[in-house]
């Protein structure tokens, strides 16, 4: 009991003093660096996800929450029978992290006008960017913007949270009306076609049940495959 007290003290029995692990190595002991964050977060009421707030870190690792509403079940859009909080941990790929860090840097972390001074432009939300950081700190509101930069981040996040929602749509469908998996999969291989969904590393476990489930059509099964290996690919 002696040694064991005097080893958490960091003292040794002949007056000596014992060093910790992270001094014998050498390893700063001080706190952990900060990582830098960007954000994206889009408020647009009489949509099936009127609200929603993508996080992401440098290194990576991120968020996705959003707001559900409740309704029927219609026009090809799966509703609840509750209104919904989706909160779901992400991991992005380095390309799509270094685009977003990349370009927040280079408009000042955010810190601008970004709104377009334009006049009777169409309401397609409130959007914010955010960015903190070590290094920096701003964000910026709009509804369009005129900077190109601005828009192509615009549409990164709105194609990450494209795929978050398909994800769950397409769990819903397997669970629920495998039928349904149809269309909704052959929709979901178009708009990663035409660049309107990425990240789909952020569905694997969906798109991997799909293709493992032998009760469900082969082509939607062949279709799942096809954007899993897709997804898998986009990690290496």
Do not use: W
């Amino acid at each position: 009991m002696r040694f064991v007290a005097a080893v958490v003290l960091g003292i040794s029995l002949s007056g000596g003093v014992v060093l910790s692990g992270a001094a014998q190595s050498g390893m700063p002991s001080g706190p952990a660096r900060i990582q830098a964050e960007a954000g994206f977060e889009l408020d647009r009421p009489g949509i099936a996800v009127p609200r929603f707030t993508i996080r992401v870190h440098e290194d990576g690792t991120g968020s996705y929450q959003a707001e559900e509403v409740s309704g029927p079940a219609d026009g090809g859009t799966v509703h609840y029978a509750s209104a919904k909080h989706i909160d779901r941990a992400m991991s992005m790929t380095p390309a799509t992290v270094s685009k977003i860090f990349k370009t927040a840097r280079e408009l000042n972390y955010f810190d601008m006008n970004c709104n377009s001074k334009a006049k009777n432009l169409a309401n397609t939300g409130k959007k914010t960017l955010r960015y903190t950081g070590p290094d920096g700190s701003g964000s910026c509101v709009y509804n369009y913007s005129d900077s190109k930069e601005v828009q192509m981040l615009t549409n990164v996040f709105l194609s990450i949270a494209y795929t978050m929602d398909e994800g769950r749509r397409l769990e819903f469908l397997h669970r629920y009306d495998r039928l349904g998996l149809d269309a909704e999969m052959t929709a979901m291989e178009d708009s990663v076609k035409a660049g309107r969904a990425l990240e789909l590393n952020t569905i694997e476990p969906v798109l991997a049940s799909i293709v493992k489930d032998m009760a469900v059509m082969e082509r939607v099964r062949q279709r799942a495959a096809k954007l899993l290996e897709m997804a898998r690919n986009s990690n290496l």
